[in-house]
């Protein structure tokens, strides 16, 4: 199970930190990550992270959003600076045993949390 919380209201250039708590949850070669859907658009990925630390950021985030994880507390995190209004979607936690899965079609979703910027 993944939980997110964190979410919610800022101002164009504001700060919001993300976080997401797995239980009943092993990680192998695979991951962690978070993924988002705007009104109207696809999920995209915008960032994951490697059970080892590698990271993966998608453009339009970089040098913005940073992902880390603490394996003693199963938490991951997403800090999220100079916030846009093109970052309001929802946000999820997603995770997946698999790198290539983790990428492109994870395995286990969260609920969602919203994040708007205006």
């Known amino acids: 199970q993944l939980v997110e919380s964190g979410g919610g209201s800022v101002q164009t250039g504001g700060s919001l930190k993300l976080s997401c708590v797995a239980s009943?949850?092993?990680?192998?070669?695979?991951?962690m990550g978070w993924y988002r859907q705007a009104p109207g658009k696809e999920r995209e990925m915008v960032s994951v992270i490697a059970d080892y630390g590698f990271k993966e950021y998608t453009v339009s985030v970089k040098g913005r959003f940073t992902i880390s994880q603490d394996k003693k507390k199963n938490t991951l995190y997403l800090e999220m600076n100079n916030l846009q209004t093109d970052d309001t979607a929802v946000y999820y936690c997603v995770a997946d045993s698999a790198w290539t899965e983790l990428l492109d079609k994870p395995t286990y979703w969260g609920q969602g949390t919203q994040v708007t910027v205006s």
């Open positions: 009943g949850y092993t990680f192998g070669r695979g991951g």
